[in-house]
């Protein structure tokens, strides 16, 4: 039998739930709410809000389904905060690029694309011989003595590519292409420990190769020089993607593993 009044209150208690979860949500947005902190209790956001605890719950249901949240029950229980980052940017990315089925390789052409930009911006920061020049140098310097461990190499050679993303002045370009450096070392990951697991890891002389190529990119964003610093990332990309795609060229994106998800946990 039906109620009288059912679906109207259920539709005031949604409508207000919503009301709540976009003052918080802007509230987090803006920086209001921190990082890993807990949001008041529900008893605080009742009073708040001047709402009932079915509409605080909902709205706390909402902004844990967008990720905003997580809610741990018990008594040290509480609504833990997690403001969005690159690294959730990336995964979301990630979890669309799978679905829909696309390939490591198409992953790559983007990245060829995108990342000889920041390294070109790079080149034409003004500090970049007190910013930018003394990190690269600090993993070149690293990555050549990891020469013989191939796994180490490739994690100090990622490192490497982030970090010319990272120091890409443009807030937006470096968001885009950080989400797809991380979602890109995702993949190089497993296919690396796939390989030493066959023993086929790429030869010191491939190694060497790509150490080369970031010691040239290094003088040409030191020397101001942006084309020539777009020019060896486009080359470079292309010639170790080439590598790892004569493995993955059908290999569909993998950003659901527990491996893609520790590294966008990491940023």
């Known amino acids: 039998m039906e109620i009288a009044g059912a679906e109207p209150t259920r539709i005031g208690q949604l409508r207000m739930a919503e009301q709540v979860a976009s003052a918080l949500r802007e509230r987090i947005l803006a920086g209001g709410i921190r990082d890993g902190s807990t949001l008041p209790k529900q008893d605080q956001l009742v009073a708040e809000f001047g709402v009932s605890y079915p509409s605080v719950r909902e709205a706390l249901r909402i902004l844990e389904t967008e990720g905003f949240i997580t809610v741990r029950r018990g008594n040290r229980g ?3 905060v997690h403001a969005p980052d690159i690294g959730t940017a990336g995964y979301a ?3 669309t690029l799978q679905a829909m089925q ?3 390789p198409d992953l790559g052409g983007a990245l ?3 990342e000889p930009l920041c390294a070109a911006h790079c080149a034409q920061r003004a500090d970049r011989k007190k910013t930018v020049v003394p990190r690269l140098r ?7 003595a990891g020469m013989d461990d191939g796994a180490v190499f490739t994690r100090i050679s990622r490192e ?3 970090a010319v993303v990272e120091f890409d002045p443009n807030a937006t370009l ?3 292409v950080k989400s797809l450096t991380s979602l890109w070392s995702v993949q190089e990951e497993a296919w690396a420990d796939t390989q030493l697991s066959r023993g086929s890891y790429p030869s010191r002389k491939d190694r060497e190769a790509a150490h080369n190529a970031h010691e040239r990119l290094l003088e040409a964003i030191e020397a101001g020089d942006a084309e020539e610093a777009g020019r060896i990332t486009a080359e470079h990309l292309v010639a170790a993607q080439r590598v790892v795609g004569r493995t993955l060229k059908n290999t569909v994106i993998d950003a659901a593993s527990d491996r893609s998800r520790k590294r966008f946990r990491r940023g």
């Open 78 to 80: 509480g609504a833990v």
């Open 93 to 95: 990315l990630g979890l």
């Open 102 to 104: 696309v390939k490591v």
């Open 112 to 114: 060829s694309t995108l």
């Open 138 to 144: 600090e993993l070149l310097t690293r990555s050549e």
């Open 160 to 162: 490497f590519h982030d």
């Open 174 to 176: 470096r968001v885009v």
